[in-house]
């Protein structure tokens, strides 16, 4: 075997020895979709249940590129609400301290919503894929270090702080 076929063949088993240990990021970009569509569908609900008009709430569509999932297409949702109109834009999966981040953007201010494990305990030694854990959502308001959990009352205060108080 020549020094070259040497080369190539150990680099070749070191990356197979070592996908095991990867990522899936196919199974992990599922994930986020599904997570997305239905933090969209319980937003939507909530907002129609609130009195929010159907017809004030549209779907949006995002094109994103991520270094590890690709380019792929994303929901998000517009909502008009009084005079005031709120974007809910998907950034990615890939961020820092989460699973993927949501920007909630309207006339006096912005909101990160940080898909988090649903275990904040969650065991080290745990090996489960990313993928395959719950998820949940945490709001955090511009340049806040301490979130709260987005459930109904959660998403009254994201709206309040993006719209201000009525």
């Keep these: 075997m020549t020094h070259l076929q040497m080369l190539i063949t150990s680099h070749q088993n070191r990356a197979a020895k070592a996908s095991g240990q990867q990522v899936n990021w196919q199974a992990r970009r599922v994930k986020w979709l599904e ?3 239905t933090l969209f569908e319980t ?3 909530e907002l129609i249940f609130a009195g929010v008009e159907p017809d004030h709430i549209q779907d949006t569509r995002h094109t994103i590129a991520e270094e590890s999932l690709g380019t792929y297409d994303a929901p ?3 909502v008009q609400i009084g005079t005031g109109r709120v974007t809910f834009t998907p950034i990615g999966s890939v961020v820092i301290g989460g699973y993927g981040r949501v920007d909630v953007d309207g006339p006096r201010g912005s909101v990160k919503l940080i898909a988090v494990d649903a ?3 969650h065991d080290p030694a745990d090996k489960t894929p990313l ?3 719950t998820w949940t ?3 955090y308001p511009d340049k806040a270090r301490n979130g709260y959990v987005l459930d109904q009352e959660g998403l009254a205060k994201v709206l309040e702080q993006v719209l201000g108080n009525a």
């Design 43 to 45: 937003i939507q609900s």
């Design 131 to 133: 993928h395959q854990r």
């Design 76 to 78: 998000g949702l517009m």
């Design 137 to 139: 959502w945490q709001a």
């Design 35 to 37: 997570t997305l569509v």
């Design 119 to 121: 275990d904040p305990y």
